[in-house]
């Protein structure tokens, strides 16, 4: 069985493209450590932003339980540090895409964090995921700022995540994807899906719940794309880059705590799904 647009059912279909078929992957094997060259996996990401020493870092994957590739990007909660990396013309202008990374967060603060965008460096266009601690839970949110018309979104269709009784267990890897689909030139829909190690879809479009809606509610991100509505950006063409990082948000904690991330890949030709990268 394959997931459907408007259904919930899953199965292992979703093997994902070939390696030739990636626009852009990286999954920090070139070293472990803190110099330009782990962080940056060999200049695959070619932008660094903030202060990078002190928030990211390359670790061996099997210190925290991650077996896939050899190595990962950790991200450190450092109080207002932060610290970020972009990879520039990471797809065409306008050009629908697919994305695909692994995760896992062990960072409980509350305070939110935006650590996967399109344009990292500068006026932020979109953030696929994004997290925000509760102890043993974490929330993964998307945030949008521009409407289709280009002016700014605001409460309650800014910011859409699974409802808090269905947030995700901290210390624990999943997988996340989307799909960035321009129904213009200048406005897209993003579809969302979170996925477990076992490739269980956990989260899609229809659980995915505008700001403070109640779980039953019918205000998921597929009824406001189905109304129909979409969004759009300040700049279209920034939205060719990527990035991923901590921007260093005003109250965190400097507690030390990490979440990391493996194996991104972006492609032009399909869902990757669990494809080695």
Not at 10 to 21: H, L, S, Y
Not at 147 to 158: H, K, L, M, R, V
Request: glycine share 12%.
């Amino acid at each position: 069985m394959m997931l459907t647009n408007g259904g919930r059912k899953v199965g292992r279909a979703n093997r994902g493209v070939t390696g030739g078929a990636y626009q852009f992957s990286s999954n920090w094997a070139t070293a472990t450590g803190t110099t330009d060259s782990a962080i940056g996996d060999g200049g695959k990401w070619n932008t660094f932003w903030c202060t990078i020493a002190d928030v990211l870092s390359v670790i061996a994957g099997s210190d925290i339980g991650w077996t896939r590739t050899a190595n990962v990007l950790r991200v450190k909660v450092a109080g207002g540090t932060c610290g970020g990396i972009e990879r520039t013309a990471a797809v065409p202008v306008s050009t629908s895409h697919y994305g695909r990374f692994f995760f896992r967060n062990d960072e409980p603060s509350g305070t939110h964090n935006h650590p996967v965008t399109y344009n990292h460096v500068g006026a932020i266009q979109l953030v696929p995921w994004a997290r925000q601690g509760n102890g043993a839970t974490t929330n993964f949110f998307m945030r949008t700022y521009y409407t289709a018309a280009g002016g700014s979104t605001s409460y309650p269709t800014n910011s859409w995540s699974p409802h808090s009784s269905q947030w995700l267990s901290t210390g624990v890897w999943y997988r996340f994807e989307w799909h960035m689909e321009y129904i213009t030139a200048t406005t897209y829909r993003v579809h969302p899906r979170i996925y477990n190690m076992a490739g269980t879809l956990l989260h899609d479009e229809n659980s995915y719940y505008q700001s403070d809606a109640a779980l039953g509610s019918g205000l998921t991100l597929k009824a406001f794309y189905d109304a129909p509505n979409s969004f759009g950006f300040s700049d279209v063409n920034l939205a060719t880059r990527v990035g991923v990082g901590n921007e260093g948000s005003t109250g965190n904690p400097a507690d030390g705590d990490h979440w990391y991330h493996a194996e991104y890949a972006l492609s032009l030709t399909g869902w990757i799904g669990d494809a080695a990268s």
